[in-house]
């Protein structure tokens, strides 16, 4: 609890209390300020830089050259359930507030042409820094087969498994293969771009890698913008695989739950 000094000062109150009512779960927590401010700088920063709900730890590294203290309070949120530890970083689980500052972020950028590109420009440079080779296979919750299969492929690289493809399949890939961009290789529920992928950018690379990181959840793979959303349900928040999904001729599924998705843009 802060002093009495503090009460009669809020400005100085060195414990922030938010009462059930106020928080994303319904929990009362009770948090220091240099926890409360951490958690709004973070949120609105993963906004504004496209990882929505993701602090890197590069952005905590930058913020202790600065002076501002981030080991002692991060973990202090992870404690009090509002982050969690994930591979590189912090998921920011008070989606609400995550929400919130998409929001303000679209609204500035709507009213300033010139801020929503130099923004663009400052996303896309970020998102390049985070690329990197990967293959993602999200098991279906209720057999644990592959509910997708995403896989990066670095500039110059090849796709992973490449010693097991005949060689009527490794000429065709070279044949079509531009070896300096980044390819994006994709199966998704039930379709999906073929061994040969699509060439991308370093920066929707990046944005790939950014949100594919574990733990996944359907709000932060949704964020990918995959059609399918890598076989997760929204209403579940758990993927599935093909069979689970009940896919139907016409490239809509129904999960085991019920819950209706289309899985098929060449239907929809």
């Known amino acids: 609890m802060s002093s009495d000094e503090d009460q009669e000062d809020p400005e100085r109150a060195r414990f922030i209390i938010m009462p059930e009512g106020e928080t994303f779960d319904g929990q009362e927590r009770v948090m220091s300020r240099a926890a409360y401010e951490l958690q709004v700088l973070a949120t609105g920063h993963s906004a504004s830089c496209g990882h929505p709900g993701f602090v890197p ?14 080991t002692i309070t991060a973990v202090e949120l992870c404690t009090i359930g509002m982050w969690e530890r994930v591979n590189s970083g912090y998921r920011v689980l008070d989606w609400e507030a995550v929400e919130i500052c998409l929001d303000q972020i679209r609204r500035i950028r709507g009213e300033d042409p010139q801020a929503l590109a130099w923004e663009r420009d400052r996303e896309a ?5 985070m690329a990197k080779p990967m293959v993602v296979t999200p ?9 997708a299969r995403i896989e990066l492929v670095a500039p110059g690289e090849l796709p992973a498994g490449w010693e097991q493809w005949d060689s009527r399949r490794r000429g065709s890939f070279l044949l079509h293969h531009e070896p300096e961009r980044w390819l994006l290789i994709v199966k998704g529920v039930a ?11 370093a920066s929707r690379a990046g944005q790939i890698a950014i949100v594919f990181r574990p733990p996944l ?7 990918a913008g995959f059609y399918d959303d890598a076989g997760f349900c929204q209403d579940c928040d758990a993927p599935y695989c093909y069979r689970h999904w009940h896919v139907s001729e016409g490239g809509c599924g129904h999960c085991p739950r019920g819950h209706g998705k289309s899985l098929d843009p060449h239907w929809s």
């Open 191 to 201: 379709t999906e771009n073929g061994y040969g992928g699509d060439p991308i950018d």
């Open 125 to 129: 440079q970020v998102h390049a820094q």
């Open 57 to 70: 730890d590069e952005y905590l590294e930058h913020l202790d050259g600065l002076a501002i203290e981030t």
């Open 139 to 147: 098991p279906c919750a209720v057999c644990q087969a592959p509910s």
């Open 217 to 223: 959840s359907f709000a932060q793979v949704h964020n």
